[in-house]
């Protein structure tokens, strides 16, 4: 009896320590919020990211999507985008174009600093340009700056930059980030001249940025940005709710009905075109029939209804609302939901008891793989039967991306500058990026046409007669621009949505 | 010695074989660390150039080779993405996963061990029936389950810790603990579960023996026999069984990590595969190496110092 005495005492004393190590945690943390509660709020935000920066910082590098969105408070270039989707002077304080469309003349605006102390001078700007001509697979920005033939410094504040032959849209390459002269650590300790800078990464954990005291334009209304990398998405849920988290990005509809009452929902969104794009080299898709009777078979306000609780905007071409003047909503339903048609065009190309196909989806964006759940399901309808392949972002780039090696694939496309040729110029048949292959002789035509024209008006046409053509055509079965649904802590005011993919933090802040 | 050195030996020609695996496996899956780098802006040109600047274009047993040798010389190399040391990287992850780990194995030990004894001696009375059902379930439910329970309870409702705010630890030592206490209890809670079984049901084996019925029927109260006697016989196997677990645990720990959303090891291990930075995940998989064959390393001594007759099987 006497051991069965020892034992417990042992069970206990050690039950003991482990309360007691949890004790001791309930003591401080509840002294904690009462102090909140007395002192006044830190001006200072942590704002959740499902993924990490994980790229090299140097803005003229950068390629990931999220690195460029969060860096956007860091850089910024002669030139940068605003929320309704012009181009504003920034580094530069006003432009001339010269009579033959070919030499930009900045003037650079007075007492812009970098955030190491040095004043911006017309050196910095010329480097900048120089530096990425440089650069080797670089983003598409660096890329769009290849017509650039000469980069001059005129005088201290004024710099020239000549192009091969006029473009209208080479103005939007202009928001190329200008960088200091000689310094050499971008890839880590980036230096550049927006409203924040840049403070610190630990990978896979945090990113902080600073405001930027020194900043010629109307300074950032937080002092301090914490970045917290959350990938697992009840975890992101659950440091929203627990305080940890004030701000988060791009939930999907199902972590927003889970936040409480702390919180309320901007809707915006994520700039994507979300299709299932068909891979034209592959039977039977490049039938237009097979193509058009895809189309027909999708309802795609049922997928968005169903995959993102009705959160989205249809989309029926390669083009999303937030560029405003280019996009066609007329063609948004040009193939309404339509079964009979669908099989009657299935049968007329010769698949009367329809196919078997695979839609490829990247396995980390829980967005496309839920769409294209529900488009299997509705392609059941009309006889075709699809089975998902769900791959590794790092798969889908090599095989499906590079490799071409795909039937049909759910994903979003982006545009990397704020002009339709960002959008439009993967579908020219020669272009690298054309990883669909498509292949049309009119869209050739009409893409070289736009591309050689001056006037911004008639260019704009063009670009309309591009996204009708991939609609007639039946390039790819479009779906819908994602919504983007930003989870904001009550008390907290200025989330700004813009025609591409940034999130921008200099606006937000504490409302008392 | 000749022994030390023999378990040196096998520790340098694991990690190496484990390395090599690594660099093989990787050679094999699909993706390409070029094209996760520069996503989908890449063209032709500028992936073959990435892939130079990289030495990505070389043959692979040279860059094995070339790896192997940078290793031997302390010189971890660069992660592609991040731009910057690979040890600088992961230092502080190694010190995260380390504390909670060694957390979660203290908790294991403390609670198991005496909750084995002291159920040992039971027979099979109701509370006998509601313990092992109870076991049962703390076995089944997995660790990242627990995770969101205690993380949704503890660090949600009641506040004894912020979810998702992770003190630094170099900063805050002592907040950083008792983050990591909740996540340790939800690594070790099916891993308590199975020791005291495990002990528990070894002990009942050789409470059954003839020499504790004689050195019982000889006067020796039940007490003295279990302490005197039967832990020497019953604890080798659940030596065995928690040096095992030690090296487990690591595994474990990355679901954990990215619940309670703690920056350790195997959290940025699973980020750096699905980027293919080789470099990050070489180093990471040989640390991983080192631990398992450390933590059977000291589980041997342990379990020779306790029963001689395995210390003369080592130094034969």
């Known amino acids: 009896m006497n051991t069965r005495r020892l034992v417990a005492g042992l069970l206990s004393a050690a039950l003991m320590a482990t309360l007691m190590s949890g004790c001791g945690g309930t003591a401080e943390q509840t002294a904690a919020p009462t102090q909140q509660g007395e002192e006044p709020r830190p001006n200072e935000i942590t704002v959740a990211i499902a993924q990490d920066l994980d790229d090299s910082l140097d803005p003229h590098k950068t390629v990931a999507a999220g690195t460029k969105e969060i860096m956007f408070n860091v850089f910024e270039g002669l030139v940068k985008p605003t929320p309704d989707g012009n181009l504003v002077p920034a580094v530069a304080e006003s432009y001339e174009l010269s009579e033959d469309g070919t030499v930009y003349t900045f003037t650079l605006r007075d007492g812009v600093k970098f955030h190491n102390g040095a004043t911006v001078t017309a050196e910095d700007v010329v480097y900048s340009f120089d530096r990425c001509a440089d650069i080797t697979g670089g983003s598409s920005l660096v890329e769009a700056l290849s017509v650039v033939t000469d980069v001059t410094a005129v005088d201290e504040k004024t710099v020239a930059i000549t192009i091969a032959a006029p473009d209208n849209e080479f103005f939007a390459s202009l928001t190329l980030a200008i960088l200091p002269k000689g310094y050499e650590d971008q890839d880590t300790a980036p230096v550049g001249t927006g409203p924040f800078r840049y403070v610190s990464r630990a990978a896979q954990d945090n990113i902080v940025l600073e405001r930027f005291d020194d900043y010629w334009g109307e300074p950032a209304k937080v002092e301090k940005v914490t970045l917290k990398v959350i990938e697992n998405a009840d975890s992101l849920v659950m440091s929203l709710q627990s305080g940890a988290v004030d701000l988060c990005a791009k939930l999907t509809s199902t972590q927003v009905a889970q936040l409480g009452d702390e919180f309320y929902v901007a809707e915006g969104t994520m700039n994507l075109v979300q299709a299932l794009y068909l891979n034209h080299a592959v039977a039977p898709f490049d039938d237009l029939k097979v193509r058009q009777a895809l189309c027909y078979a999708i309802d795609k306000q049922q997928a968005i209804d169903i995959a993102c609780d009705g959160y989205g905007t249809p989309l029926g071409s390669s083009m999303y609302p937030g560029f405003g003047k280019y996009f066609l909503p007329e063609l948004t339903n040009y193939y309404p939901h339509d079964v009979e048609k669908a099989k009657a065009l299935l049968a007329e190309a010769g698949y009367p008891e329809g196919f078997d196909m695979t839609i490829t989806a990247p396995s980390n964006y829980s967005y496309h793989v839920d769409v294209a759940q529900v488009l299997v399901e509705q392609l059941k309808a009309v006889g075709i039967n699809a089975k998902i392949e769900l791959v590794e972002w790092a798969t889908w780039l090599s095989d499906v991306y590079s490799g071409r090696q795909f039937q049909a694939t759910v994903v979003g496309l982006d545009a990397s500058t704020m002009t339709a040729r960002a959008l439009l110029s993967r579908f020219e048949s020669t272009a690298k990026r ?50 983007n649904l930003v989870a904001v802590r009550k008390g907290l005011e200025g989330v700004v949505f813009y025609p591409i993919y940034v999130l921008d933090l200099s606006n937000v802040g504490w409302t008392e | 010695m000749k022994y030390a050195a023999k378990r040196v030996a096998t520790l340098l020609v694991t990690m190496i074989i484990v390395s090599l695996l690594a660099f093989l496996a990787f050679d094999l899956i699909s993706g390409d660390p070029a094209q996760m780098m520069l996503g989908t802006e890449a063209t032709e040109e500028g992936l073959a150039a990435l892939r130079a600047e990289l030495g990505l274009d070389r043959p692979l047993p040279i860059r094995y080779l070339d790896w192997l040798t940078g290793f031997f010389r302390g010189d971890l190399g660069m992660s592609y993405h991040y731009h910057e040391p690979v040890w600088t990287l992961i230092a502080p992850k190694v010190r995260v996963t380390l504390w909670l780990s060694l957390l ?213």
């Open chain 2, 104 to 316: 979660a194995f203290l908790l294991i030990t403390v609670v198991s061990i005496p909750l084995g004894l002291l159920t040992a001696g039971r027979g099979e009375g109701r509370l006998a029936g509601l313990h092992t059902a109870f076991n049962q379930l703390c076995m089944a439910v997995p660790a990242f389950f627990i995770g969101i329970l205690l993380t949704w309870a503890f660090g949600v409702t009641l506040k004894w810790f912020t979810a998702g705010a992770f003190p630094d630890m170099t900063q805050d030592f002592a907040g950083s603990m008792k983050y990591l206490f909740f996540a340790a209890l939800a690594l070790s809670i099916p891993r308590i579960a199975m020791t005291a079984r495990m002990l528990r049901s070894t002990v009942a084996g050789e409470m059954e023996k003839d020499y504790v019925r004689t050195a019982i029927s000889r006067g020796n109260d039940r007490r003295g026999v279990l302490f005197r006697h039967v832990l020497k016989n019953a604890l080798p196997p659940v030596i065995a069984f928690l040096a095992q677990t030690m090296a487990e645990l690591i595994a474990s720990s990355i679901v954990v990590e990215q619940v309670f959303g703690i920056p350790g090891l195997g959290r940025f291990l699973v980020a750096c595969i699905s980027n293919r930075d080789y470099q990050v995940v070489q180093a990471i998989v040989v640390i991983l190496a080192f631990w398992v064959v450390l933590a059977g390393t000291l589980a041997d001594l342990i379990q020779q110092r306790i029963d001689p007759r395995l210390r003369l099987g080592g130094a034969s």
């Open chain 1, 434 to 483: 054309n990883f669909i292959n498509y292949n049309s002789e009119t869209y050739d035509a009409l893409y070289a046409q736009a591309q050689a024209t001056i006037d911004d008006a008639e260019q704009t046409e063009l670009y309309k007669a591009l996204e009708r053509e991939l609609t007639e055509n039946a390039a790819n079965v479009y779906i819908q621009d994602t919504a």
